[in-house]
């Protein structure tokens, strides 16, 4: 099973900064490598995937980008609506696996 | 639009058994994959099961293998998660997730979740 590790496990952030996510898998996945954003009380939804493809709708200040065993994840000019926490997902082997996340909060 | 809303959820006993549905709509049900991915109380996503468009393949993680068993009927737009032996650390919100497909191809990650319904096992 490949494990994804995140890091770091909370960030915090002011409003209008740049906010930067890792996630490391513990073998390499390629770039099959996905980034969901959670708000409380709420289902996921996919930001990115192929580690740097933003998904339809989502804003360009989400970019994405690693290979193999490294991943970033930067929000660009942080909005108040992206605080929230933030979860990676490897699809390169079964099982499908998630890293524990990283929640990004208001500083 | 597309659509997932699941039900099924509850309380159970240890030892006991569930079905979790989840109805689609909005697209063709029959071309995705479709998966099961639970959250346990505040605690992180963890992938459950997985059912192909046609059903003729599926995965299943080693903590529910042997207990659950993912299913569908194309027909109805329904996919189903048939949990037996439950024990208290099942105990999550279940999300019916549709697996990412573009031109023939399908890779899971999961574009579209419904809302999730909360099984609690405990006696």
């Known amino acids: 099973e490949i494990v994804m590790t995140q890091s770091p496990a909370t960030l915090s952030v002011s409003p209008g900064e740049t906010a930067t996510l890792s996630c490391r898998a513990s073998?390499?996945?390629?770039?099959?490598l996905a980034w969901y954003q959670q708000k409380p009380g709420q289902a996921p939804r996919l930001l990115i995937y192929?580690?740097?493809t933003g998904a339809a709708g989502i804003p360009a200040r989400f970019s994405g980008s690693g290979s193999g065993t490294e991943f970033t994840l930067t929000i660009s000019s942080l909005q108040s609506e992206d605080f929230a926490v933030y979860y990676c997902?490897?699809?390169?082997?079964?099982?499908?696996?998630f890293g524990q996340g990283t929640k990004v909060e208001i500083k | 639009e597309v659509q997932l809303v699941e039900s099924g959820g509850g309380l159970v006993k240890p030892g006991g058994s569930l079905r979790l549905s989840c109805a689609a709509s909005?697209?063709?049900?029959?071309?995705?994959?479709m998966n099961w991915v639970r959250q346990a109380p505040g605690k992180g996503l963890e992938w459950v099961s997985s059912i192909s468009g046609s059903a003729d393949s599926s995965h299943d993680s080693d903590s529910v293998k042997g207990r659950f068993t993912i299913s569908r009927d194309n027909a109805g737009y329904s996919l189903y998660l048939q949990a037996h032996s439950l024990r208290a650390e099942d105990t999550a919100v279940y999300y019916c997730a549709r697996t990412y497909c573009s031109g023939g191809r399908c890779y899971e990650f999961f574009d579209s979740w419904g809302q999730g319904t909360l099984v609690t096992v405990s006696s």
């Open positions: 192929g580690a740097s």
């Open positions: 997902q490897q699809y390169n082997s079964w099982p499908r696996t």
């Open positions: 073998q390499s996945v390629s770039s099959k």
């Open positions: 909005g697209f063709t049900f029959s071309s995705y994959s």
